[in-house]
Structures are given as C-alpha cells and as structure tokens.
C-alpha cells in the first residue's frame, strides 16, 4: 500500500481463551460503546419466557468463575444461537446462550460468564488498547475451540476439523510463504508450543527457528529479531501467562508488559515494529456481536463429525495493535480474522502468496499505520502486587481426576499428548550433541512438581540454545 511505513518486525502474542466484552467491554474512546451501554440479556433457559435474565457486569476485582466455560463446537453454538441445534447456514445468531450453557454444562451460576474487566482491573491491555489501536471487529475464525483456531492463525485452514486434535498436521503454512519470498521468522515459546504440531515448522533447520520465550526479549533489545516473531505463553505451572481460564489473569499483564518494554527498549526495533495482541478464541465468554458469515478454507470444506462448512466466524476476541505509526485512540472497525494476519504479512512484506480461499479474502489491518513519522512509546502503569484472592493453581483442574493424580485442562491435555509424540519423533537436541537427555515423568501427573518436570524436560530437550 502505497505510504505504509517500512515496518520489518511483525510480532504476535496470542493468548488463551477470553471474549472482547469480558477483557475490553468497558473501554469507552473513539466510539467504542460500553458494554453496560448495550445490554443484551442472557436468560438461564433461552426457551422460557420467564426465565430470570442476566447482562454483562463490570467485575468487582477478579474473574467470578468457579469453572472453566466450555468453548467446543457445540458449546460455542449453543452461546451464539440459544438453542440446542442442529445449526445449519443461514444461522439464527442472538449471542444469548452463554449463561445457559454455562450453567448447563458446568453447573455453576450463569452470571458468571458476562463479567467483564474494567480498564482498572486490565491496566497493560486497556492502556495499549487506548494508546494506539483497538481492533472492535476482530472475530476468531470458527466458532470452536483452541486447535482449530490456531491452525487457522498459521495455516489458514483446520484440516476440515472444528475440535482439538493433537497430531501432526501437513498444511502448508504463513511461515514456509515467508521462508518462500526470503522473509524470516521465529517461533517463541513459553513451554509446549502448539505450533510444533507443524513437523515442516518444527523440525525445519534442525528445530533451530523455536526458541524460548524470554529469548524473544534478548532479540528485541539487540535488533535481532526477524521478520516475523510469533509468541505463545507459558500453558503450564504457577507461571503460566496464557490467561486459560482459571489462571492468573495478571500474569498475562506482566507478559504483555514485558514484550512492549522489549520492544521500546531499541529505538530501532521499535520504529520498524508492528506488535498484535490477540486471543485465540472466547472461551465461553460473553460477548454482544454476533458474528459474520465466513469464505470457506476451500470449496469442499466440511467438518466430519458435526457437519460444520467453515462459513461462520467465531465470536469477538481482544485484539490490539500497537505501532509507532498508530495514533492514539485508534478504533479499527474492519471485520477481521486470525487469517488477517497472513493478508497484513502479505501486503506489508510484499509478497502474493495465499494459503487458501479464507486469507485470499482475509482483510489487511495494515491500514491503521497511518502516521508518517515514528512517535514516541507510551510508558505503561505499574501492575499492582497480585491479590492474594486471585486464582491459584489448584483452579486449574478440569473434572476428576484418577486418584492420586493432578487434572489437567483440555488444552494442556493435548499439549502434553503432541510434547509425547515430538519426542516420539524427533531425537532431542542434547541427543543429536551427544549427551543423553534427562528423563522425564510420564503422565499421569502425580503432583505440580511431576507435571513441571515434564514441561521442563521438553524445554531442555528442544528449545534450549536454538
């Protein structure tokens, strides 16, 4: 686009499960409307006329929930329609389902899920979001859970499935396109990366393009960073920063914090930069908007166990942007997807591959770089020590457990099935060098320190020195 500045760094953190209204609903600048502005009643039984009705609520200091929400196919369904299906185009959307469900499905008050943060209780994400851009029409890409959406992220497609799936996947990818035009790029990982599930990404140049985390902060600071960097959180133990329900939801703050600060530390780095901050799915959170129809992956595209044909968006996710080239109080109203971010590296990076029909016609956010010249960062508020009443790790347990073991969340479940099948896989680095690597536990977990061992031990094995 003629004007754009030279952005060279495109950076992606994405974070776990929250909807927009629950993590933004209370911004109040460049024409946002406050959630409480438009109250959209959700009822315990969508089908009784006189069932007790509840609206989003400001939080008073800290998530409610004394359970995850559930956020499969037909969970998030259910939320988005208000009934039990079947769904079929062309969809009857109220977004009036989500008490209901939540209660249904997890026996817990439905009020829960339209709490929303205030900007004082999100200080990192609400400052960001008023600083620079605001994204009020960023929809993940099918009304599902976290797998398939992430699929979406990189590959513009989910292999035709709309549930988790922890097996190797073959779809070609945004990161090979960038390898293919000359660009680079680097996956950054808190612990278990879920991108791994790509053998093409994870095994390419000797596993040397996934890191840690907290190396991403040494590139930044030095002006290394390559040309696209996208960043998972920790999932896993007392730090995990993901933000899944029911973990610390500050902990994410302090990660947003610290890649921002990594950012503006080099003047370099943050005048060539373009930073987005995004959520893989809502997690079964309240959200008003009812989403969009959607161009399928590809003509044929159908999910084999629930009939589902890519044609629907997902509900609302957070989704900021942050640049030098931004201006304060930037609202981006354009309807977008994860596979905007392949059509943004498209145009910002000059090259003309698409993955599929869904990123072809994908909307480039490229456009909220409307400044000419660089502006300086804005210094972000100090976090507030973390509550004692926050949510601890013994929160994280979804169901029952075997005796005498830990539960582990949907989501970490599969991630600790794919850390299995890479090992299966691919011999470690430490062996590769000739040292045999440490072993580690097997699951069943029988305690935190079992469970963080394992984690640890993949860390060591294949994200240590690449």
């Not at 950076?11 to 109250?39: A, C, I, Q, T, W």
């Not at 339209?114 to 929809?139: K, M, N």
């Not at 201006?327 to 971010?341: A, G, K, P, Q």
């Not at 100090?382 to 601890?392: F, G, I, K, S």
């Amino acid at each position: 686009m003629p004007g754009t500045p030279a952005i060279e760094h495109v950076v992606v953190l994405m974070l776990e499960n929250r909807s927009f209204d629950h993590m933004l609903g209370f911004l109040d600048h460049g024409g946002l409307v406050p959630v409480d502005k438009e109250p959209l009643p959700n009822p315990d039984d969508p089908a009784d006329p006189n069932s007790r009705t509840h609206t989003a609520f400001a939080l008073p200091e800290r998530d409610l929930l004394t359970a995850d929400p559930k956020h499969g196919y037909p969970d998030v369904m259910a939320q988005l329609t208000g009934t039990a299906g079947p769904w079929q185009a062309p969809y009857t959307l109220t977004n009036t389902g989500f008490a209901w469900n939540y209660q249904l499905r997890r026996g817990a008050p439905g009020k829960e899920v339209l709490g929303c943060y205030t900007p004082e209780l999100l200080p990192i994400l609400s400052t960001l979001a008023r600083e620079y851009a605001v994204c009020s029409h960023w929809f993940c890409s099918l009304p599902s859970e976290t797998w398939p959406n992430r699929l979406f992220v990189h590959a513009a497609s989910s292999d035709n499935l709309v549930t988790n799936d922890d097996r190797f996947y073959s779809n070609r990818t945004i990161f090979e396109a960038l390898s293919s035009a000359g660009h680079h790029w680097q996956i950054y990982a808190g612990d278990i990366p879920q991108a791994a599930c790509f053998p093409e990404l994870f095994f390419h140049d000797g596993g040397f393009r996934f890191s840690r985390l907290d190396s991403f902060v040494t590139s930044a600071r030095q002006g290394t960073l390559r040309g696209y960097s996208f960043l998972e959180p920790r999932y896993f133990g007392s730090a995990a920063s993901s933000q899944h329900p029911l973990s610390k939801v500050q902990l994410g703050e302090e990660l947003i914090r610290s890649v921002y600060q990594a950012l503006t530390s080099n003047p370099k780095t943050w005048s060539t930069s373009l930073l987005v901050i995004t959520y893989d799915e809502q997690g079964g959170f309240f959200d008003r908007k009812q989403p969009p129809s959607a161009t399928p992956p590809h003509p044929d595209a159908l999910d084999p166990q629930y009939g589902f044909r890519f044609d629907l968006l997902g509900p609302r996710v957070p989704a900021v942007l942050v640049s030098p080239y931004i201006e304060r109080e930037t609202v981006f109203t354009e309807v977008l997807d994860h596979t905007s971010i392949a059509a943004t590296l498209r145009e910002l990076f000059s090259f003309p591959e698409t993955l599929t029909d869904r990123d072809k016609a994908a909307t480039s956010f490229a456009s909220v770089l409307t400044r000419t010249e660089p502006r300086d960062p804005v210094a972000l508020p100090e976090l507030p020590a973390l509550a004692p009443a926050m949510q601890t790790p013994e929160a994280w347990a979804e169901g029952v457990a075997p005796e005498g073991t830990i539960a582990l969340n949907d989501l970490q479940e599969h991630l600790v099935a794919l850390a299995q099948r890479i090992d299966a896989e691919r011999p470690a680095k430490a062996a590769i060098e000739g040292v045999a690597p440490a072993p580690a536990p097997e699951p069943p977990f029988r305690s935190e320190a079992e469970l963080g061992e394992f984690v640890e031990a993949f860390r060591r094995r294949h994200l240590d020195g690449m």
